[in-house]
């Protein structure tokens, strides 16, 4: 098994930046890939950004050029970097750890972006 444990929510005015991160224990030898994933409220869950075992990187339109994930030189924590954040961006973070053929979410935490 692994443990995601999400930190660095909060509340922040528009143009502001906030940056998450997730730390993975347990399983973490066969870690695949690394993720953020948002839902706002009343919506489904969508990928926000992601970044594979070799460092490759994918983000959803909407955050492209805003938005940093990277990774320590372990590869068990990621970080999502936000900057000029928007009142759309609001919602609850998820990150999900890819282990092997299973994923693991971590428990979530809030981003609110005030206009």
């Known amino acids: 098994q692994v443990q995601p444990v999400e930190s660095g929510g909060g509340l922040v005015q528009a143009g502001g930046s906030l940056r998450l991160s997730c730390a993975a224990s347990?399983?973490?030898?066969?870690?695949?890939?690394m993720g953020w994933y948002r839902q706002a409220p009343g919506k489904q869950r969508e990928l926000v950004a992601d970044i594979d075992s070799a460092g490759r990187t994918k983000y959803v339109d909407s955050v492209k050029g805003r938005f940093t994930i990277s990774r320590d030189n372990a590869k068990t924590t990621v970080y999502l970097q936000m900057n000029s954040l928007k009142p759309e961006d609001t919602g609850v973070y998820y990150c999900?750890?890819?282990?092997?053929?299973?994923?693991?979410w971590g428990q979530g935490t809030q981003v609110t972006v005030s206009s």
């Open positions: 347990g399983s973490i030898s066969s870690i695949n890939a």
């Open positions: 999900k750890v890819l282990s092997g053929v299973f994923g693991w």
